[in-house]
T-cell receptor
Framework: AQSVAQPEDQVNVAEGNPLTVKCTYS??????LFWYVQYPNRGLQFLLK??????LVKGSYGFEAEFNKSQTSFHLKKPSALVSDSALYFC??????????FGAGTQVVVTP | EADIYQTPRYLVIGTGKKITLECSQT?????MYWYQQDPGMELHLIHY???????EKGDLSSESTVSRIRTEHFPLTLESARPSHTSQYLC????????????FGPGTRLLVL
């Protein structure tokens, strides 16, 4: 069975600084990897996904993620964080059978 | 924005009442899901469906029930609401194809008094 780990409950960063949210995974076969963002009292919004190809995936709102097969990681990054990026971020993996597994979530706090 | 809708968005109800949370999607997705989430916490899968007349229980045991009579509609019912059911309920859908994204509705925040 697949699993996803987000090792940080919360990430604090100053506005304008680089933002990284970590995610590691375990899955049989080739992984399909996803990042979602959740603002208060809202559903999850899809940010980006890795299926195959280039290890650097670009997504919405200036976010990107780097797939690293040897480290089984899929870290989310943004070169310059905004206060409006403060939200809850979820990493997810989908295996070949189509089953999704979500991480526990990482709260990002961007201070002015 | 994904074409998946949930009603009501907020619901305050007394103990013992029967409630149905509605979820519909217009993307033609076969697979649909219900998650329970406390504020700022992880998602817990409580029900899912592969298509019409298919319903399965998720990882977290729930007293709720679901039905899938139409592809686009996946309502969740609580026969007798209790304060322990207070939470946010998120509906999602996806294609059955392996690489496809799961899309979420805006959620229903339920408060049982």
């Amino acid at each position: 069975a697949q699993s996803v780990a987000q090792p940080e409950d919360q990430v604090n960063v100053a506005e304008g600084n680089p933002l990284t949210v970590k995610c590691t995974y375990s899955v049989s076969g080739n992984p399909y990897l996803f990042w979602y963002v959740q603002y208060p009292n809202r559903g999850l919004q899809f940010l980006l996904k890795y299926i195959t190809g280039d290890n650097l995936v670009k997504g919405s709102y200036g976010f990107e993620a780097e797939f690293n097969k040897s480290q089984t990681s899929f870290h989310l990054k943004k070169p310059s964080a905004l206060v409006s990026d403060s939200a809850l971020y979820f990493c997810a993996v989908r295996d070949m059978t189509g089953e999704f597994q979500f991480g526990a979530g990482t709260q990002v706090v961007v201070t002015p | 924005e994904a074409d998946i809708y949930q009603t009501p968005r907020y619901l305050v109800i007394g103990t013992g009442k029967k409630i149905t949370l509605e979820c519909s999607q217009t993307m033609g997705h076969d697979k649909m899901y219900w998650y329970q989430q406390d504020p700022g916490m992880e998602l817990h899968l409580i029900h899912y469906s592969y298509g019409v007349n298919s319903t399965e229980k998720g990882d977290l045991s729930s007293e709720s029930t679901v039905s899938r009579i139409r592809t686009e509609h996946f309502p969740l019912t609580l026969e007798s609401a209790r304060p322990s059911h207070t939470s946010q309920y998120l509906c999602a859908s996806s294609s059955l194809q392996g690489q496809e994204t799961q899309y979420f509705g805006p959620g229903t925040r339920l408060l049982v008094l």
